[in-house]
């Protein structure tokens, strides 16, 4: 090795040795490595010796450097270790001392509830869509056959805008949204937030969440409607379920049914909860009216499909017994402690 390489790493060395410390190793690494160390002002220098020596002065001198590097970091984790042993040692640390508390929330009970409806209908086949909050008033009513002049406009006390858009009242919106995007077949589920104004109640807000479902295929019949819902009030409330299904009236389904269940609280004997029926009515539903597959751009004569339309806030207060809708928002953590999965 060139003499002056040689000395350069034993006065390293020596450098090194002495260091006990972080702050006296940056030293040692600045005197040595930094922009004017010893081995830094050696490297510039070489263009300045005779040409024959260079290449094997620059290549000693990049290999020392290396050396310099690793020796540098070998001993900086030595003396981290040491400091932290010392700490340890002087009695900083006491593992009896009661921990930091750790500051945690919890998910929504409407955004838990959602996130495990997802996981039940896209276990079977379902995707996750979502759909605007402001809605044309074409998808919100007239394509679902909800003409201006038709009686179950007045049970939407709606949300209207100044250009003549509206806060959507459900999310059966959706559905021909849907439709028109991907055709058929189609399966979907639209959880979200629907808008109406009336007057809050304890089972009445002016702004709630539904979650849509929408499965659009060949044959399709109220078989596979109530299949996928008994799956799905099993899966949610975690016990065997029966179903019954009662005529309902929706524009945008033929035929249109009101979903009952068993009642949870009783299991169907009566009870103050069910008013003694056995049944908890728990979400309309129905076989997709031709004039919606039409509106969204599928065939009717070939395609058929089932629709539903949860109401989150409903299913949740089933599930625990939850006797005031108002509690959802009205932001009292006494409330929401008492849902502390996420
Ligand atoms: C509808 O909104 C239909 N779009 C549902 C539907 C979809 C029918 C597909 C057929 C096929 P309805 O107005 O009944 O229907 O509302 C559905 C559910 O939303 C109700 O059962 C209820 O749980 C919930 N809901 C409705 N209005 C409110 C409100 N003001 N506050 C809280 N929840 C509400």
Same mark, same amino acid.
């Not at 390489?5 to 020596?14: M, Q, V, Y």
């Given at each position: 090795?060139?003499?002056?390489?040689?000395?350069?790493?034993?006065?390293?060395?020596?450098?090194?040795?002495?260091?006990?410390?972080? =702050?006296?190793?940056?030293? /040692?690494? &600045? %005197?040595? +490595?930094?922009?004017?160390?010893?081995? #830094?002002? !050696? *490297?510039?220098? $070489?263009?300045?010796?005779?040409?024959?020596?260079?290449?094997?002065?620059?290549?000693?001198?990049?290999?020392?450097?290396?050396?310099?590097?690793?020796?540098?970091?070998?001993?900086?984790?030595?003396?981290?270790?040491?400091?932290?042993?010392?700490?340890?040692?002087?009695?900083?640390?006491?593992?009896? =001392?009661?921990?930091?508390? /750790?500051? &945690? %929330?919890? +998910?929504?009970?409407?955004?838990?509830? #959602?996130? !495990? *409806?997802?996981? $039940?209908?896209?276990?079977?086949?379902?995707?996750?869509?979502?759909?605007?909050?402001?809605?044309?008033?074409?998808?919100?009513?007239?394509?679902?056959?909800?003409?201006?002049?038709?009686?179950?406009?007045?049970?939407?006390?709606?949300?209207?805008?100044?250009?003549?858009?509206?806060?959507?009242?459900?999310?059966?919106?959706?559905? /021909?949204?849907?439709?028109?995007?991907?055709?058929?077949?189609?399966?979907?589920?639209?959880?979200?937030?629907?808008?109406?104004?009336?007057?809050?109640?304890?089972?009445?807000?002016?702004?709630?969440?539904?979650?849509?479902?929408?499965?659009?295929?060949?044959?399709?019949?109220?078989?596979?409607?109530?299949?996928?819902?008994?799956?799905?009030?099993?899966?949610?409330?975690?016990?065997?379920?029966?179903?019954?299904?009662?005529?309902?009236?929706?524009?945008?389904?033929?035929?249109?049914?009101?979903?009952?269940?068993?009642?949870?609280?009783?299991?169907?004997?009566?009870?103050?909860?069910?008013?003694?029926?056995?049944?908890?009515?728990?979400?309309?539903?129905?076989?997709?009216?031709?004039?919606?597959?039409?509106?969204?751009?599928?065939?009717?004569?070939?395609?058929?499909?089932?629709?539903?339309?949860?109401?989150?806030?409903?299913?949740?207060?089933?599930?625990?017994?939850?006797?005031?809708?108002?509690?959802?928002?009205?932001?009292?953590?006494?409330?929401?402690?008492?849902?502390?999965?996420?």
């Amino acid at each position: 090795m060139d003499p002056r390489l040689a000395a350069l790493r034993d006065r390293f060395d020596e450098a090194l040795s002495e260091a006990s410390d972080l =702050e006296a190793l940056k030293a /040692v690494e &600045s %005197g040595f +490595l930094g922009k004017r160390g010893a081995l #830094t002002l !050696e *490297l510039r220098g $070489v263009s300045k010796l005779p040409p024959e020596e260079r290449p094997a002065f620059g290549k000693a001198a990049n290999v020392l450097k290396g050396e310099m590097q690793e020796a540098l970091e070998r001993r900086r984790r030595e003396l981290e270790r040491a400091a932290l042993e010392a700490r340890l040692e002087g009695g900083a640390f006491d593992p009896t =001392e009661p921990g930091i508390e /750790v500051l &945690s %929330g919890n +998910l929504h009970p409407i955004t838990q509830i #959602t996130h !495990e *409806l997802v996981d $039940v209908f896209t276990g079977m086949g379902f995707s996750w869509l979502d759909g605007p909050e402001v809605e044309l008033e074409w998808y919100n009513f007239d394509a679902l056959g909800i003409p201006k002049d038709h009686p179950a406009r007045e049970s939407h006390d709606t949300f209207w805008l100044e250009d003549g858009n509206c806060l959507r009242t459900h999310t059966s919106p959706v559905q /021909v949204r849907a439709m028109e995007r991907f055709g058929a077949p189609l399966a979907v589920v639209v959880p979200g937030r629907c808008f109406r104004n009336e007057a809050v109640d304890a089972s009445h807000e002016h702004t709630f969440y539904q979650m849509e479902g929408l499965c659009v295929d060949r044959d399709i019949s109220v078989a596979h409607l109530i299949f996928s819902m008994k799956t799905c009030l099993r899966e949610i409330l975690h016990r065997e379920v029966e179903v019954r299904l009662r005529p309902g009236y929706f524009p945008f389904v033929e035929p249109g049914f009101e979903l009952d269940v068993n009642c949870p609280f009783c299991g169907g004997a009566g009870c103050k909860v069910c008013k003694q029926s056995g049944w908890i009515e728990m979400l309309p539903c129905g076989m997709v009216h031709p004039r919606v597959l039409r509106a969204g751009g599928i065939d009717p004569e070939a395609w058929t499909g089932f629709a539903f339309g949860l109401g989150l806030q409903r299913l949740v207060m089933v599930r625990y017994g939850i006797h005031d809708i108002r509690d959802f928002t009205g932001g009292d953590l006494r409330f929401l402690r008492q849902f502390p999965r996420n």
